[in-house]
């Protein structure tokens, strides 16, 4: 006879088949005689024995549940995530100002505090220059988001500032300060006093470089 799985407990190892005459066969998973185990949805064939099922085959298996998933969809469609989108430096402005968090360089005006140049003279002040990298790039935003008439001249100084920024003033305040190679002694969260590669730095440089990418064209708008 033939029939449909209404349900199948693998835990206890029982089920129930709703055959083609209408009846319901109780079924435990011995009575299944296919090598995979049987689920709800599946067409099978058995053996009515009374009120029981016995020597059942499955004749073709219930499609497998999909997995959940988060449907984007909605995100993706609304006007302000698209406008987003479509402005790629958006993104790579946000990228900058992620790696000037992790960089620290928002206190970095904090080394010209207690007097005119701080405890480190100039070069004091060149550090506390790299405050000014996230500051561009929130600027920046606000161009693209506004469609500002400056918007092209704050890319290519934000720019600027993401890619040289990190490099250029922590080697000028180093090479002030007179420490060989623009490397000197430990200071806060910029490590130290001069050139040197840690995570703010690579993703405050990346996000200047993918700005770049994106005005030689090689990096098309994301939506």
Same mark, same amino acid.
């Given at each position: 006879? *033939?029939?449909?799985?209404?349900? +199948?407990?693998?835990?206890?190892?029982?089920?129930?088949?709703?055959? &083609?005459?209408? *009846?319901?066969?109780?079924?435990?998973?011995?009575?299944?005689?296919? @090598?995979?185990?049987?689920?709800?949805?599946?067409?099978?064939?058995?053996?009515?024995?009374?009120?029981?099922?016995?020597?059942? +085959?499955?004749?073709?298996?219930?499609?497998?549940?999909?997995?959940?998933?988060?449907?984007?969809?909605?995100?993706?469609?609304?006007?302000?995530?698209?406008?987003?989108?479509?402005?790629?430096?958006?993104?790579?402005?946000?990228?900058?100002?992620?790696? #000037?968090?992790?960089?620290?360089?928002?206190?970095?005006?904090?080394? =010209?505090?207690?007097?005119?140049?701080?405890?480190?003279?100039? #070069?004091?002040?060149?550090?506390?220059?790299?405050?000014?990298? @996230?500051?561009?790039?929130?600027?920046? =935003?606000? +161009? &693209?988001?506004?469609? %500002?008439?400056?918007?092209?001249?704050?890319?290519?100084?934000?720019?600027?500032?993401?890619?040289?920024?990190?490099?250029?003033? @922590?080697?000028?305040?180093?090479?002030?300060?007179?420490?060989?190679?623009?490397?000197?002694?430990?200071?806060?969260?910029?490590?130290?006093?001069?050139? %040197?590669?840690?995570?703010?730095?690579?993703?405050?440089?990346?996000?200047?470089?993918?700005?770049?990418?994106? %005005?030689?064209? =090689? =990096?098309?708008?994301?939506?």
């Amino acid at each position: 006879m *033939k029939g449909k799985v209404l349900a +199948f407990d693998p835990g206890v190892g029982t089920g129930v088949i709703n055959g &083609e005459d209408g *009846k319901r066969y109780a079924y435990t998973a011995s009575d299944n005689k296919s @090598p995979n185990a049987t689920r709800a949805g599946d067409d099978v064939d058995f053996v009515a024995d009374g009120a029981n099922a016995k020597d059942i +085959f499955v004749l073709m298996a219930a499609p497998a549940a999909a997995a959940p998933g988060i449907d984007l969809s909605g995100i993706a469609a609304d006007p302000t995530v698209k406008n987003i989108l479509a402005k790629p430096y958006v993104i790579w402005a946000a990228v900058v100002i992620l790696g #000037s968090l992790l960089g620290g360089y928002l206190g970095a005006i904090q080394l =010209i505090g207690g007097g005119p140049m701080g405890i480190f003279g100039f #070069s004091g002040f060149i550090l506390a220059l790299l405050f000014l990298i @996230p500051v561009a790039a929130a600027v920046l =935003i606000y +161009f &693209e988001l506004t469609n %500002h008439k400056l918007t092209q001249t704050m890319r290519l100084v934000t720019m600027g500032a993401a890619i040289g920024g990190p490099i250029i003033l @922590p080697t000028l305040a180093g090479m002030m300060l007179g420490v060989g190679n623009g490397l000197g002694a430990a200071y806060g969260s910029f490590g130290l006093v001069g050139f %040197h590669l840690d995570l703010g730095t690579i993703v405050t440089v990346g996000g200047g470089v993918l700005m770049l990418l994106t %005005h030689l064209g =090689i =990096i098309k708008k994301l939506g």
